[in-house]
């Protein structure tokens, strides 16, 4: 069996959950006997292991690139995989990474996955929403099938777009291991030597990042704790201007981009993992903050509670009393931090790559 993944999510991101997701999902592949994998990759500067996969097992077109993730980077790998694809024969299974497919690729089945309706359900936070959208609906209408990766992921799929419910599978992700270093614990015990509360990823606006330092402003937290945020790149000015007018430039720190090892020993050293969006269709950081022994805190919205079921303790998004009393519970009660990280590893425990690759798999071989 042939199958081919596409640059997309890659060309769009250097790192996140949906590029971590095909790279283990890819890495499963390689394990696996009488499959063809291919990756049309491109110019890339991802961190998620690209170069961690065994090429013997894996045909990749990439090339190292200082080119930024984005459209730029999106349409010169569009064009570069337009050229290679017809080279490469037919494919039993093409695997989209994100919205759209290349037009010259071959196949006989495509798959899609479903990540979430952000889009459908904040419009007002997305200028290119209806763009997004259209570009989901030519997407599903031609996929023989589409994964979803929770519960609700599906309900939201079904809510906005009209699928025939015989294609659409829900597979969970896995979770991937992530291990502390040395080194690395040693780096974050020099940025921030006080206890910290910890916020993981992009800050776009439905992920409530501003929401969430307001809440900790407004809770006096910031007398005892830091804040620590790791990816999503460099603070913007409103992030910036937000900061300073709470007078917290000295106790919120910003890592930009971190490598694997780093963010492990970061969620290790965490006093607590906090978790603000007002969106998700799975959201790996909580139970990657769960596996490595730090409680976590989540917002009850979306896909959240299915995914983290018991392992967190919960707010109300828009309920900004809601999120300080669940800070200061959750940083100071002693019996409710140990029960969260007891739950919180039974939680994380259920989910690993090979379940997910093997219902995958299991799917692939079911379209022939």
Same mark, same amino acid.
């Given at each position: 069996m042939?199958?081919?993944f596409d640059?997309?999510?890659?060309?769009?991101?250097?790192?996140?959950?949906?590029?971590?997701?095909?790279?283990?999902?890819? #890495?499963?592949?390689?394990?696996?006997?009488?499959?063809?994998?291919?990756?049309l990759?491109?110019?890339?500067?991802?961190?998620?292991g690209?170069?961690?996969?065994?090429r013997?097992?894996?045909?990749?077109?990439?090339?190292?690139?200082s080119?930024?993730p984005?459209?730029?980077?999106?349409f010169?790998?569009?064009i570069?995989s337009?050229?290679?694809?017809?080279? &490469?024969g037919? /494919?039993?299974?093409?695997?989209?990474t994100?919205?759209?497919?290349?037009?010259?690729?071959r196949f006989?089945?495509?798959?899609a996955?479903?990540?979430?309706c952000?889009?459908e359900?904040?419009?007002?936070?997305?200028?290119?929403?209806?763009?997004i959208?259209?570009?989901?609906?030519?997407?599903?209408r031609?996929?023989?099938?589409?994964?979803?990766?929770?519960e609700?992921?599906?309900r939201?799929?079904f809510? /906005?777009?009209?699928?025939?419910?015989?294609?659409?599978?829900?597979?969970y992700?896995?979770?991937?291991?992530?291990?502390?270093t040395d080194l690395?614990?040693?780096?974050?015990?020099q940025? #921030?030597?006080?206890?910290?509360?910890?916020?993981?990823?992009?800050?776009f606006?439905? &992920?409530?990042f501003?929401?969430?330092?307001?809440?900790?402003?407004?809770?006096?937290?910031q007398?005892?704790?830091d804040l620590?945020?790791?990816g999503?790149g460099q603070?913007?000015l409103?992030?910036?201007?937000?900061?300073?007018?709470?007078?917290?430039?000295?106790c919120?720190?910003?890592?930009?981009?971190?490598?694997?090892?780093l963010?492990?020993?970061?969620?290790?050293?965490?006093?607590?993992?906090?978790?603000?969006?007002l969106?998700?269709?799975?959201?790996?950081?909580?139970?990657?903050?769960?596996s490595?022994r730090?409680?976590?805190?989540?917002?009850?919205?979306s896909s959240?509670?299915?995914?983290?079921?018991?392992?967190?303790?919960?707010?109300e998004?828009?309920n900004?009393?809601s999120?300080?009393?669940?800070?200061k519970?959750a940083t100071?009660?002693?019996?409710?931090?140990?029960?969260?990280?007891?739950?919180?590893?039974?939680?994380?425990?259920?989910?690993?790559w090979?379940k997910?690759?093997d219902?995958?798999? &299991?799917?692939?071989?079911?379209l022939?």
């Amino acid at each position: 069996m042939k199958i081919i993944f596409d640059h997309q999510v890659f060309s769009l991101q250097n790192a996140g959950g949906a590029s971590r997701y095909f790279i283990e999902l890819i #890495r499963y592949l390689c394990d696996q006997s009488l499959l063809e994998t291919h990756l049309l990759l491109g110019l890339t500067n991802t961190l998620s292991g690209i170069e961690d996969l065994d090429r013997e097992k894996v045909t990749s077109l990439s090339i190292r690139t200082s080119l930024p993730p984005g459209m730029i980077r999106y349409f010169t790998n569009e064009i570069l995989s337009n050229i290679a694809a017809p080279w &490469k024969g037919t /494919f039993n299974i093409y695997h989209s990474t994100y919205y759209r497919f290349i037009p010259f690729i071959r196949f006989n089945n495509l798959v899609a996955t479903h990540h979430d309706c952000v889009q459908e359900s904040l419009p007002s936070l997305f200028p290119d929403a209806r763009k997004i959208i259209a570009a989901k609906q030519r997407l599903y209408r031609k996929a023989d099938a589409i994964i979803c990766v929770s519960e609700a992921s599906q309900r939201d799929l079904f809510k /906005f777009y009209d699928v025939d419910p015989g294609k659409v599978r829900v597979i969970y992700h896995g979770l991937s291991n992530l291990i502390p270093t040395d080194l690395a614990l040693g780096e974050i015990r020099q940025i #921030r030597s006080r206890p910290y509360l910890l916020y993981v990823g992009s800050r776009f606006a439905y &992920k409530n990042f501003n929401g969430f330092v307001n809440a900790f402003y407004h809770s006096n937290l910031q007398k005892d704790f830091d804040l620590l945020v790791i990816g999503g790149g460099q603070p913007t000015l409103e992030e910036k201007r937000l900061i300073t007018s709470f007078n917290m430039n000295r106790c919120v720190r910003f890592i930009p981009y971190a490598t694997d090892h780093l963010l492990a020993a970061a969620y290790s050293l965490a006093h607590l993992f906090v978790y603000p969006s007002l969106f998700e269709g799975f959201g790996f950081p909580p139970l990657e903050a769960m596996s490595l022994r730090c409680p976590v805190l989540v917002a009850n919205t979306s896909s959240l509670p299915e995914i983290c079921k018991h392992g967190a303790l919960y707010f109300e998004p828009k309920n900004e009393e809601s999120l300080i009393y669940a800070l200061k519970s959750a940083t100071s009660d002693t019996s409710l931090r140990c029960m969260l990280i007891s739950n919180g590893r039974e939680v994380a425990s259920e989910y690993n790559w090979k379940k997910c690759g093997d219902k995958t798999l &299991k799917l692939y071989h079911q379209l022939g």
